[in-house]
């Protein structure tokens, strides 16, 4: 198990680093087919292996630094020991979901997969499907955990209750259809279903960095 410098400088750190990620990643357009987001990858192969590598480490450090403060509050006679086992186990999947989903990504920067007959366009739409499916993952990970966080109160109440609603809306978006409500194309209940799912990443991504920095200081006091 994890100390808890480790397991808070993993959830800080981690996060900082998908931050970064946004700057370095190839830009590419919601309308775009997976065929012409394919090719931008391919045509931009060092900043989309740059920003993929950079992405693995941050989401691995992450979401093992949530597994790891999950399991930390495991233990006998503790309230909520179970749930959070269960947060760490769904932690870990979708840290592995999300690999897999890169690893996918990056295959396609090597020139022998379009050589040897490989479909650019069709190992870049499993990817996304795989990525998509992992916040399912994340969310419900996350809202055990603010579950846990509360009934432990190991952490800041008030911290634990917003962990767990985001948690679950992140869960909601990624089970409901959702899209861009911008895009002319998307329906009501998909535009609902995309703000649901930004507000639960936004949510996600802060709470995250402040459990990270909390589990930190922590650390130092103890």
């Known amino acids: ?54 992405f693995t480490i941050s989401i691995l450090a ?20 179970d749930i959070a086992g269960l947060a760490s186990v769904l932690a870990f999947l979708a840290a592995a979901i999300l690999v897999v989903s890169s690893g996918l990504q990056m295959s396609l920067l090597d020139t022998s997969y379009t050589e040897r007959g490989g479909d650019a366009a069709v190992a870049y739409a499993i990817s996304e499907g795989i990525a998509h499916s992992s916040f399912s993952f994340i969310g419900a990970s996350i809202l055990l ?14 911290l634990g209750a917003f962990t767990g609603l985001f948690g679950l809306l992140l869960l909601i978006g990624g089970v409901i259809p959702a899209g861009d409500p911008g895009l002319d194309s998307t329906t009501a209940i998909e535009a609902v279903g995309g703000i649901i799912w930004f507000i639960g990443f936004i949510g ?19």
């Open 204 to 222: 996600w991504f802060v709470t995250t960095m402040v459990i990270g920095g909390l589990t930190i200081k922590q650390a130092r006091v103890t």
């Open 1 to 54: 198990m994890g100390s808890k410098m480790l397991t808070g400088s993993m959830m800080l750190g981690g996060m900082i680093l998908g931050f970064i990620t946004t700057f370095l990643e190839t830009s590419t357009s919601e309308t775009d087919s997976f065929a012409v987001a394919a090719q931008q990858l391919i045509d931009s192969s060092m900043q989309s292996a740059l920003s993929g590598t950079v």
């Open 145 to 158: 955990l603010g579950i846990a966080i509360v009934r432990q109160k190991n952490l800041n109440l008030i």
């Open 62 to 81: 992450t979401l093992i630094g949530t597994a790891y403060l999950a399991r930390s509050m495991q233990g006998e006679n503790r309230p909520g020991s």
